[in-house]
């Protein structure tokens, strides 16, 4: 492990993230929740830690608001190493899955404790807690009880707690979770709004794959306590760098196949893999997949795989193929347009992708 | 044939009222026999006359009345019993907060054996803990010698207050202890964490957070420990050593020693009435709290 000495934290220049986490670690005995972690967040730039449950991404946020301690490596914030400063020193507005709204305080008491304990003067605290209950939309609900509200504006109310004391960093923990689909959308799109408003830096901590590429100006996506990918949304779609991340961010077909000098045989197709040599993993997103019952051949254009229709599903906005080829159920989805025939099962399909839209990996 | 299923003579089910009040039927009677009964026989016991030897005689009066509302040695008795009370009660809180806040935060099997030590000490009797209080406090007792193999001379612990507030303090604090983790529901790891990322200190976090969630079980805490430190009759008894005067000690007197079972009477009630003001208090608090 490469673990970044003290005197060399304590120069790192601004620029290269106002958020800096430095070999980051977090072992319980002999199990690491958190690995080496390193990251630069640019300031103003929103960053969505992504994993399964257990990932170390939960874990990673608590140590940068101080809630969890750290076994070794530095967080810096703005040039300055906070590593070991405790949480009411640090200066983060944390938003919690839970929301964690005072139960015996009212909106307005809620939102105003960070300023009363920022020692703000009694008027200029009124004035900031009134101008931060209106940017949630929440005027009016002042001298409610967080009970009273519904879990979107509670939401809303812990958002508005977090910012009003105007915190170097925001960090959310699965805000969204406990809201349902449709409300989802569309607090994901306000805290999207309000924190480029504000342009402050944010870590999104989140398990929802989408949530994680529509929020965020960059997705870290972990696994096992350790980094996996870091990168715009797009990047991690489009070029996923390991076999875990293709297949945690959006859907994939996986085949079996073996590498040789730089072709992988996978399914009686000829895939190019530089680079690998034995057992490979060749995947495909569905909706990349065509599927055509003309019998298209492959060629230099498009890889080929013949196959046979097992299940049909029309979900409305769009079609979805499940099709029994190169010894595995592979999946397509394409939108539907109006008026095509759904195949039964049973019917003889060509399978057909191009070949950029072709990840190879290593089989674990 | 119809298909519709007429109501049956004798088979018609009860009303749920009625069902309710069925079941209530049994306690109700308990109480009236075993609670309300004699306190109506104590009322008319006070304001019974009776001799200076002690002889009830057949007619009423306020005379006892007057004697426990005028005379300074009840007044001060009751004013004393209640500032006993009061103190030994904020005294089994603070001792015991910090216990039922650990508690609170334990997990699993450490939990389990903490809960059992707390209770622990409910299956044995007030007595037999209270003689226990006597082998530590005795002037020949454990703490005693410690201090005198120090060369400090010990200070008394026993036959004064001292010695009943400590016992009783010991006694009631399973009871708090109790009463304040039933209270404890509200009070999640994430509030106080929050607090903390608003930049409180643990100190503020404590008396701004965890205080004002904790209040209901603090509340409940105190009723119980009020009411059955200010009726506590035992501990008073034994680690007094009668120099302590307190009101359940002092009924007991009154009734066994100067048979003057009227004034036994009215101290009783006076206690009674003490409970239902705690008992207002305590509705009080908690409406102001939730």
């Known amino acids: 492990m490469i673990r970044t000495a003290p005197e060399e934290t304590a120069g790192l220049k601004q620029g290269e993230g106002f958020l800096s986490l430095r070999g980051l670690t977090r072992r319980y005995g002999d199990f690491v929740a958190v690995d080496d972690f390193n990251l630069d967040v640019p300031k103003g730039e929103l960053v969505a830690f992504l994993g399964p449950s257990g990932c170390g991404k939960t874990t990673s946020l608590r140590m940068i608001a101080g809630l969890a301690p750290s076994t070794s490596g530095h967080i810096v914030v703005n040039g300055r190493d906070i590593t070991g400063v405790p949480p009411y020193q640090r200066d983060m507005g944390l938003v919690f899955q839970s929301y964690a709204l005072f139960p015996h305080m009212d909106i307005a008491k809620n939102v105003a404790f960070g300023l009363e304990m920022r020692k703000v003067p009694k008027a200029e605290a009124a004035e900031r807690v009134r101008e931060a209950i209106a940017m949630v939309r929440l005027t009016g609900k002042e001298h409610h009880r967080p009970a009273q509200l519904s879990g979107g504006q509670q939401q809303r109310v812990a958002l508005a707690r977090a910012l009003v004391v105007r915190p170097s960093i925001l960090l959310l923990d699965e805000p969204l979770s406990n809201l349902d689909a449709k409300l989802r959308d569309e607090m994901r799109n306000e805290i999207r709004d309000i924190q480029k408003r504000l342009g402050i830096t944010a870590v999104f901590v989140t398990h929802d794959q989408m949530e994680a590429l529509t929020i965020c100006d960059k997705v870290v996506v972990m696994n096992h306590g350790k980094l996996e990918q870091m990168g715009t949304p797009h990047e991690i779609y489009e070029h996923p760098k390991t076999a875990f991340v293709a297949g945690f961010v959006g859907r994939i077909n996986r085949l079996a196949g073996k590498a040789s000098g730089g072709v992988a045989e996978v399914a009686g197709l000829k895939v190019a893999a530089p680079g690998f040599n034995g057992p490979v993993e060749v995947m495909v997103r569905p909706h990349r997949v065509s599927l055509s019952t003309d019998g298209v051949q492959a060629d230099g254009e498009r890889h080929a795989l013949p196959g046979t229709v097992t299940r049909a599903t029309f979900a409305g906005d769009i079609l979805e193929y499940e099709v029994e080829a190169g010894g595995t159920i592979m999946k397509t989805e394409a939108a539907t347009r109006g008026g095509e025939a759904v195949l039964a099962p049973g019917t003889p399909v060509t399978l057909s992708w191009r070949p950029q839209d072709t990840y190879v990996y290593a089989a674990s | ?290």
């Open chain 2, 1 to 290: 044939m119809t298909a519709i299923d007429l109501p049956v003579a004798g088979k018609r089910p009860m009303s749920p009222t009625a069902v309710v009040m069925l079941l209530l039927l049994p306690i109700a009677v308990i109480n009236a026999i075993g609670f309300l009964w004699p306190v109506v026989n104590l009322l008319r016991m006070s304001f019974r006359d009776s001799e200076a030897s002690g002889a009830l005689l057949e007619t009423s009066g306020l005379t006892t009345w007057i004697n426990v509302l005028s005379d300074s040695f009840t007044l001060d008795l009751i004013t004393g019993s209640i500032g006993v009370s009061l103190f030994i009660t904020v005294l089994t809180l603070v001792c015991s907060y910090p216990i039922a806040l650990y508690l609170h935060r334990c997990s699993g099997l450490w939990r389990t054996v903490l809960l059992v030590l707390v209770i622990a000490p409910l299956l044995t009797s007030a007595v037999v803990r209270t003689y226990g209080w006597i082998a530590i406090l005795s002037d020949q007792g454990l703490i005693a010698n410690a201090l005198l193999a120090l060369g400090i001379t010990p200070p008394r612990l026993m036959f004064n207050l001292t010695g009943v507030i400590i016992g009783l303090t010991e006694i009631l604090m399973p009871y708090m202890i109790l009463a304040l983790l039933s209270g404890f529901g509200r009070l999640d790891p994430r509030f106080e964490e929050a607090a903390l990322t608003l930049g409180a200190t643990p100190w503020k976090t404590f008396w701004r957070v965890v205080v004002p969630l904790t209040a209901p079980g603090m509340a409940l805490g105190c009723l119980l420990c009020f009411v059955l430190a200010i009726s506590s009759f035992v501990t008073p008894k034994l680690l007094g050593g009668g120099r302590v005067f307190l009101l359940a000690t002092e009924i007991y007197d009154q009734a066994i020693v100067t048979l003057n079972w009227p004034m036994a009477a009215a101290l009783s009630i006076i206690i009674l009435v003490l409970f239902g003001f705690a008992l207002a208090l305590y509705t009080r608090a908690l409406r102001r709290i939730a």
